[in-house]
């Protein structure tokens, strides 16, 4: 399996201070780039109570509403701008999903870190996240253990009797574990006391608790785990650690107290963690999961199953903390906050199950006397020879041997095709649970993610789906993978990101003369200098990947493809004002889309179509043409077109005289931009609604939202960012 970089966020503080490096952990220089924060603590304090706060809004079953998610992110945002230097945020941004060690001064560990957000990703969401702490506290002089083959595991539930979805979450655990046999799992449930948790501890690798905890917050080292007869302190887990190994691995889903399970988070919460993690870590435990709550047996048996599932099978542990994460939100979406309440205290690429090499074939000289084969023993060993090769190429070529996956697959397409999503969803997560190299799972699924908005999910799955093609050394995949990357960033208006991907799909592809994937590398390029406003450049690039696609059109996806690039032309020949090219273009991608089965396609197609009727003025028909792609949109849930879809019913209102129409509809995109971080549109929008109150001579207004559209332009580098610089001065 190959190894993900790691990198390290090393932040110190003084004073008012924040000293930060952000480095690559193989390549640590004796220079290091400092940069420095002036930090507001007062404030920050503020943001993190307000965190807190949303967080304690969740519902009984910790679920939080749409508007609560929208306050996190807000808060999220804030705490990424106070605490971190530009030329961090700059390198932060340009990483993929790396492990990221964040080595922290001890002042600092009440900052919920891992819910720090560049306005897309969620830290813990984008990196396998750990913390490492400085501390001023000498540690005992603990070894780590060394790892079995078949790590021993202890799972602890229920040790109070009281907890009975903390015994389910174990049983559930455990079941789990046994059936896939790469750990050898004993379980204890209830009537736990602590003689026999204290002389059994050092003979595990792993230990499991699912209980109850009582942190302290005046006096850490008294924060401790409650069993049957009493507590087991942090004091009491160092003295163990003194004589022996403690478990490498130490994973703690517990409530606050035994009296209070439904107790509200204060702001002491992170720092309580961390005393007892503290406890652990310094008694020589290489790394602690622990959770700020008490997580609802539902999602903690879930999270739990996949963080253990992915070190199995030979993932870093902080990509099996983030795994989980994700597949809490997959199956629950954001508003289930439990994926925000865990924390890794510990190196994140450190692996439990590393892969084993083969050791290399000794080649021996002495003589050896080989058996003479009679010719029907040659038969059959050449037979047998054959069909080995022919297994061999087999499991080398198609993606899986076994038929009931591509039933699933097929099933699962569909779905998309009808706009079903959560089907969808249902069918891949259950292909990639079991076969995670079946490639087309990670892609469509990703798909179905950008349809409905999820750019954070379908950017992880696209990373996904690129690793997974190279461990499979599935070159045309990994093409692919690049190019959907690039999509993402390209679609967030991360112009250098989505270029640097498009870039590597063309180089790979050109490299390994895959067809298919170079024209549609230069297609998307292209469309990325038609952003830019080089028309000249995007006209080459599509002349070049439609002479690809035409040359090999028996292909359905070549044919696919240049659909796409007739289309692209068609809107290069509309910015022409050359309408009658346009539109032949136009029909010439919708036939093909049309005798290819790709209906959700032709949504653009009606958009694109209307907007050249609105040019010539002919308004029924530009309605008509909207209509029909705005009902395929909702009838595919297809969010993001949808986001583009009503900024341009609310240009047609607005230049039609219906003002109020066209406010309507511009505030319906801003919502869906909002939400699924649409900056591109959302900046159109706001640069469009700009104007028109500026038409109304409603001056104020018009002034609000043309700075709106200038901040983001400010960050996506296109040349709208000089127009609506100037509109604004001309308000002055």
């Not at 964040?102 to 396998?128: A, M, Q, T, V, Y």
């Not at 240009?651 to 699924?676: M, P, R, V």
């Not at 409603?698 to 100037?726: G, M, V, W």
């Amino acid at each position: 399996m190959p190894e993900q970089n790691t990198w390290i966020l090393e932040i110190t503080c003084q004073d008012r201070h924040l000293s930060m490096s952000l480095y690559e952990k193989e390549q640590v220089s004796t220079l290091k780039v400092i940069s420095t924060v002036i930090a507001d603590f007062s404030r920050i304090e503020h943001i993190n109570q307000e965190i807190i706060t949303i967080i304690n809004k969740a519902s009984q079953e910790r679920l939080l509403n749409n508007d609560s998610i929208d306050e996190l992110r807000k808060n999220a945002r804030l705490l990424y701008d106070l605490l971190l230097s530009r030329q961090v945020k700059t390198r932060l941004s340009s990483l993929g999903s790396v492990n990221l060690l964040l080595s922290l001064d001890e002042r600092l560990i009440s900052i919920p870190w891992e819910l720090l957000s560049d306005g897309r990703d969620f830290l813990c969401l984008k990196f396998n996240l750990g913390r490492s702490i400085r501390t001023q506290v000498f540690p005992i002089q603990s070894q780590y253990r060394n790892i079995p083959i078949r790590p021993r595991m202890l799972i602890l539930a229920n040790p109070t009797g009281d907890l009975k979805s903390a015994y389910q979450e174990g049983l559930y655990i455990k079941n789990r574990l046994i059936k896939r046999g790469k750990i050898s799992v004993d379980f204890k449930a209830q009537d736990v006391d602590s003689n026999y948790m204290c002389k059994n501890l050092r003979d595990y690798d792993i230990i499991h608790f699912a209980g109850h905890c009582e942190y302290n917050t005046q006096n850490p080292e008294q924060s401790s785990w409650l069993l049957s007869d009493g507590r087991v302190s942090a004091r009491d887990f160092l003295a163990l650690g003194e004589s022996a190994s403690l478990p490498s691995i130490v994973f703690v889903n517990a409530c606050q107290s035994a009296c209070a399970t439904n107790k509200l988070l204060d702001s002491h919460i992170q720092s309580d963690v961390y005393g007892l993690a503290q406890a652990f870590l310094f008694a020589g435990v290489r790394h602690y999961i622990g959770s700020f709550w008490r997580i609802e047996d539902s999602f903690s048996g879930e999270f739990a199953e996949e963080f253990y599932n992915q070190i199995t099978v030979g993932h870093s542990v902080g990509q099996a903390v983030r795994s989980a994460r994700l597949r809490l939100i997959r199956q629950y979406e954001t508003s289930a906050i439990a994926w925000a309440g865990y924390v890794l205290y510990g190196d994140p690429s450190f692996v439990l199950f590393p892969a084993v090499s083969k050791p290399a074939a000794v080649s021996h000289k002495a003589k050896v006397r080989l058996p003479v084969l009679t010719k029907r023993k040659a038969i059959l060993l050449s037979l047998a020879l054959a069909i080995i090769t022919f297994s061999f190429v087999l499991i080398r070529t198609l993606p899986t041997l076994n038929p009931k996956t591509y039933i699933l697959f097929y099933q699962a397409k569909q779905f998309y095709t009808q706009g079903n999503n959560a089907k969808v969803i249902i069918l891949l997560d259950k292909i990639i649970s079991k076969e995670p190299l079946y490639l087309s799972a990670w892609r469509l699924r990703g798909d179905v993610y950008f349809r409905l908005g999820k750019f954070s999910d379908a950017l992880g799955d696209y990373f996904d789906y690129a690793r997974f093609s190279e461990r499979k050394g599935d070159y045309k995949h990994l093409a692919q993978a690049y190019i959907k990357i690039a999509w993402i960033y390209h679609m967030w208006g991360d112009y250098e990101k989505s270029e640097e991907f498009y870039q590597k799909a063309l180089n790979l592809s050109s490299r390994q003369q895959d067809k298919l994937n170079e024209a549609d590398a230069m297609a998307r390029l292209a469309v990325w200098h038609i952003d830019k406003g080089n028309y000249e450049a995007a006209f080459a690039l599509l002349m070049k990947s439609s002479e690809i696609n035409r040359k090999m059109n028996s292909d359905p996806e070549h044919r696919f493809n240049l659909a796409c690039d007739y289309f692209n032309i068609a809107f290069l020949y509309t910015e022409k004002d050359d309408y009658s090219t346009a539109k032949e273009f136009y029909i010439e991608s919708k036939e093909i889309f049309e005798n290819l089965g790709e209906i959700p396609e032709l949504s653009d197609y009606y958009f694109n179509m209307g907007e050249i009727a609105l040019f010539e003025k002919e308004y029924d028909l530009a309605l008509a043409f909207y209509q029909k792609g705005l009902a395929l949109d909702k009838q595919l849930n297809h969010r993001f077109n949808l986001s583009s879809d009503y900024w341009m019913l609310g240009e047609f209102y607005w230049q039609t005289g219906k003002l109020d129409e066209a406010e309507s509809y511009f505030k319906e995109a801003i919502t869906i931009c909002q939400k699924i971080n649409n900056y591109p549109v959302l900046a159109g929008v706001y640069y469009d609604l700009g104007l028109m109150f500026k038409e109304r001579g409603q001056i104020q207004k018009a002034r609000e939202f043309l700075s709106e559209a200038i901040n983001l332009y400010k960050n996506i580098d296109t040349p709208d960012y000089q127009d609506a610089q100037q509109e604004y001065l001309a308000l002055e």
